[in-house]
């Protein structure tokens, strides 16, 4: 039988060939870890990056404690350069962990009120950036709170402070079990009316248009994996930096079916980031991190 002169079967007959011919190389350096701190003393290294969520001591209709020098996020970022860790810190700007009623937002006639929202917003990413954050990260979803953000950085000297926008935040049934970590579930009703349908793509474009517009450094789509499509799209139209955030489901069911016994966990995670990465994701947020960094060093 005659074969063609090309054979692609030629390029996978060995390890050594496969990681030369490689197309996408997943490394820790794209990696950030999330992280939920709480009242306390100790600090764990994540790896080039963490992005910290706050579990406060005490909740409020306007989310009160997200604002303050004393937060917990706060004092982490100094115990963290206190700590000579060599380490970018990210913080998550949004109130649903820190308000009672759950939602991302200050609540006035029963709804999420869009504009008295961004000035708490604002004021929470200033209070991060005193502390010593690198980056802040809008996830409210509310319009125009990057330039809300960029402004107040700007007004009280902190231009160099980077935005990671959660631009594409999709209104997700895989964000289960950081709601219950954070204890952040809304109280009331739902977040149907400021994060985004998961039938839309084109409006994911919009909203990435218009955060980059009001100052955005970097871009975030989330959840990852129901959206690969999405982060492709933005990939491909926009020269920023794209984030994906590999949210708390999407770790779940790996781990589930890893204690079932039906996945094997090392190479379906390697399969799912370099998945993510390989449809334009230059970041990726990840609680399977500090795993990923120690099978790529033993690897």
Request: hydrophobic share 40%.
């Amino acid at each position: 039988m005659s074969f063609p002169a090309q054979r692609p079967r030629r390029l996978r007959r060995s390890e050594l060939l496969r990681g030369l011919v490689r197309e996408t190389r997943l490394s820790a350096s794209g990696l950030i870890y999330p992280m939920f701190v709480c009242p306390g003393n100790r600090v764990r290294q994540g790896l080039p990056g963490v992005i910290l969520f706050g579990l406060p001591e005490s909740k409020d209709p306007r989310g009160a404690s997200s604002v303050s020098a004393q937060g917990v996020v706060q004092r982490a970022i100094e115990a963290i350069r206190k700590a000579n860790l060599k380490l970018l810190v990210i913080t998550d700007v949004c109130l649903c962990e820190y308000t009672d009623h759950g939602h991302c937002g200050v609540i006035e006639h029963g709804e999420v009120a869009n504009d008295a929202t961004l000035t708490v917003l604002a004021e929470q990413a200033l209070s991060h950036a005193r502390a010593g954050a690198d980056v802040v990260a809008p996830s409210d979803m509310m319009d125009g709170r990057v330039a809300a953000i960029r402004e107040k950085l700007d007004e009280h000297k902190f231009e160099n402070i980077a935005i990671l926008s959660y631009a594409a935040k999709y209104c997700s049934g895989f964000y289960g079990p950081f709601r219950e970590a954070a204890q952040s579930a809304p109280q009331f009703g739902d977040r149907r009316g400021y994060q985004m349908d998961p039938a839309n793509a084109r409006e994911a474009l919009k909203e990435v248009a218009l955060d980059l517009d009001e100052g955005a450094d970097m871009v975030m789509i989330k959840p990852a994996l129901p959206y690969l499509d999405i982060i492709r799209r933005v990939h491909e139209a926009f020269n920023v930096p794209v984030a994906a955030y590999n949210v708390s489901g999407e770790y779940a069911m790996i781990k589930a079916a890893v204690q079932k016994g039906w996945l094997d966990e090392q190479r379906v995670v390697l399969e799912v980031l370099t998945g993510i990465q390989r449809a334009g994701a230059g970041l990726t947020l990840t609680y399977h991190a500090k795993d990923v960094a120690r099978w790529l060093k033993q690897c």
